[in-house]
């Protein structure tokens, strides 16, 4: 399987670039590898195209390499290796009843992972040839060839071609489909720049690509395309409106309805709570205006929509010890660009409780609102 990265045997390329990109400078050729560093995982720029080539062998090897998406930071195993999935599932802390997205290097590749009847479906040519590379995965039924671990059991497999250049060019090199979960570990916020990533997983992986802050901030939007159905099962980076303009009304499901869980069995609150209880609260609403006034010793972090929504926040209550603001026009694809961002910040502000004011509900709108709702339904303690 392991083809040459760029001429000669792969096997005698490797440790010279890695050499070369780890240490920055020449070393004898029985230099042993470090396989982490002490302080953390080596963190490579993505935009080297050495980077990339020890970046896929370590995936091929079985290793788990953390890249960037245009969505959030992705952990990467080979989806068709069910131990280095295995290593996954460990390394985030993850139950392993909540699947992975296996990631492709283009739409071609759906059919070698979904069955022929799922794959050969109009509606999946149609969103791919409108929407990917980018924030959409797709869950068609799987073909054998994707291991059980990948999918935690169930019949289907998400499916998703990434648009970012390191991802795609990773992939491609790597020569195998990529099984990765945002690159947090369970139960904390989604990572949008390789220091979360550090921060977070430390020497957990084996190789981090730097590609700089992700541009869209939210996950994927997930659609069922299985069997003929047609349903959302997370709201994210592409909007429903999108789709829906594409192949019509999908169904929404309802987390407490029967089925859903089986459906979507990622539905919980524990993966977007920040580690200091948040609420939602409307400043200009006076029955929620009361979430802001600030009781003394304690830390209050605001988290505003928009600008306007900071002066608001600021005349029902305060003074805040940490503000962010989404976006200072209220735009929700700014928003949802800053979401994870501002909510890494405000968690490290040492703050007794944050307050988020509610974003409108269309386009990327909808995708905040549910990262949030989460987040605020989880930080009570209520779904975890
Ligand atoms: O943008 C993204 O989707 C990022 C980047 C790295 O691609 N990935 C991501 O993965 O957010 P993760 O594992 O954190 O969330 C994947 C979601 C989970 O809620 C999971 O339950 C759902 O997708 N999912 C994956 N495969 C599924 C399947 N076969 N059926 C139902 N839901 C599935
Ligand atoms: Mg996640």
Redo the contacts with the bound molecule.
Sequence with gaps: MAAPLCGGSGRAVRPLAERAILRGMPAPDDTPIPDRRPSGPPVLPGDDRRSIAVAAERLRGGGLVVFP?E?????GANALDARAVARVFAAKE?PAF????V?LADASAVALYAEAEDADDPRVARLAARFWPG?L?L?LR?RDVIPGIV??G?P???L?V?DHPVARALIRAAGVPVA?????RFGHL?PTRAAHVVAGLGSRVDLVLDGGPCRVG???T?I?LAAGRAAL??P??LAVEAIEAEIGRLEVLDDGAPGTAE?????TGA?YAPHVPLELADPRDPESARAFAVRPGERVGLLAASAAGRAAAEAAGGPFAATEVLDPDGDPVGAAARLFDALHALEAADLSRIVAEPVPEAGLGRAVMDRLRRAASDSRGVSR
Excluded: F
């Design positions: 998406t969505t959030v930071y992705g952990l993850r909540d699947p992975l997205i990631h924030p995965t869950v799987k999918t935690a169930l289907t497999v998400g998703r990434p990765a979960p945002s690159a947090n989604s939210v996950e994927s997930v069922l099962l997370r994210g980076g459906l979507a069995p990622g539905r993966h």
